[in-house]
């Protein structure tokens, strides 16, 4: 359990999940940290969004939302790209590749200070990028929700400012 001490007392704080085309690991990185918050008593504003156009106004992908339901997620976003406003909006946003955090600085209104790779936050991975699944197998979902399983354990104890071992 996560006792919370946080930084940010008067506010809430509100993040964005970002993947290339908001169908798969943004959407899965959304419904888990919603979960996980929640499990934990903290209270957060998560969206999820794509640097590219192409499926916005799209569900996620059926192997998403299977993946995203099959651990306990509400999977029933839609798919929309960043806008110049998120990086005034959001006090968080959470690349999941470095393909997709250049794309995030490349944008005139970016703050870097803000984006971050949300695997940084698992002191126990081996890589820093959560692999895009959409040309792969069910099976690369699930290897997807386990990797963003243990990303936001560690984003929610940096924001808590908790040590691991409260968890």
Known sequence: MIRVVSRYPLMTVRVLCVCLGNICRSPIAEGILRRQAVECGLELEIDSAG???????????PRAIRAGEACGCQ???VAC?????DFEEFDWILAMDHS??????RWPESKPEKVHLIRSF????????????????YADFEEVVDMLESACRGFLRHIAAQPPEDY
């Open 51 to 61: 640097t590219g156009d192409w499926h916005v106004g799209d569900r996620p992908d």
């Open 75 to 77: 999977m029933t976003m």
């Open 81 to 85: 790209q960043i806008r110049s406003s």
């Open 122 to 137: 698992d002191l126990s991975a081996s890589s820093t990028e959560v692999p895009d699944p959409y040309y792969g197998t």
């Open 100 to 105: 997709n955090l250049q794309n995030l600085y």
